[in-house]
């Protein structure tokens, strides 16, 4: 069974850094792109990053609202896809999703998501 | 910086056919964007119903059917049932997938 479970939200302070983990099982995650996407509270979905696989060169991209920002990383050894967010603002309070898929491969599971809160 | 655009709410009656857009400001939406839409009900993680313009995933209900119409993404779902009632969105690839940009999301009753 595909399973995408994700970790390390909690209330931060504006400034602050945070790094969440996606922790997988159930495929071969070496062979799978990763995407982080978020949902603040009561809005829509947005797209945050993305790191390919190997095959494709483990190349990242990001949304213009966090480049520079945040960092996405895979670890294949460990099945685990990691967000690192320094300089966190308000407005990157969200509920943050990690998804198989992104480039390469279709989008297809969903984790259950971890809230991060930014907030003095 | 594209913008995606839907409906942001549309109604059906039990049993109806309706169809819910995609529309990006770049441009007529092609299947070069690899269309995709997700349904996300209350409390709960988006599911992708729809991937690459029109393939449905194992577990999308077989009412549920995507197509490009007149330049925009489309999601067409006939036969509503009340378990239908939820939020969708369409997600657009962009800059050679570099980039994806989620629509704003379509909020569907059944009723």
């Known amino acids: 069974e595909v399973q995408l479970v994700e970790s390390g939200g909690g209330l931060v302070q504006p400034g602050r850094s945070l790094r969440l983990s996606c922790i997988t099982s159930g495929f071969t995650f070496r062979d799978y792109p990763v995407t982080w996407v978020r949902q603040a509270p009561g809005k829509g979905l947005e797209w945050v990053s993305f790191v390919r696989n190997k095959a494709y060169g483990g190349t990242t991209e990001y949304a213009a609202s966090v480049t520079g920002r945040f960092t996405i990383s895979r670890d294949d050894s460990r099945s685990i896809a990691y967000l690192q967010m320094n300089s966190l603002k308000t407005e990157d309070t969200a509920m943050y999703y990690c998804?198989?898929?992104?480039?390469?491969?279709?989008?297809?599971?969903w984790g259950q998501g971890t809230l991060v809160t930014v907030s003095s | 910086q594209a913008v995606v655009t839907q409906e942001p709410s549309l109604t059906v009656s039990p049993g109806g056919t309706v169809t819910l857009t995609c529309v990006s400001n770049?441009?007529?939406?092609?299947?070069?964007?690899?269309p995709y839409w997700f349904q996300q009900k209350p409390g709960q993680a988006p599911m992708t119903l729809i991937h690459?313009?029109?393939h449905r995933h194992s577990w999308t209900p077989a009412r549920f059917s995507g197509s490009l119409l007149g330049g925009k993404a489309a999601l067409t779902l006939s036969g509503a049932q009340p378990e239908d009632e939820a939020d969708y969105y369409c997600?657009?690839?962009?800059?050679?997938?570099?980039?994806?940009?989620f629509g704003g999301g379509t909020k569907l009753t059944v009723l």
């Open positions: 998804v198989r898929g992104g480039y390469g491969e279709a989008f297809d599971y």
């Open positions: 690459d313009t029109n």
């Open positions: 997600l657009l690839s962009y800059n050679g997938v570099r980039s994806w940009v």
């Open positions: 770049t441009g007529a939406v092609t299947s070069d964007q690899y």
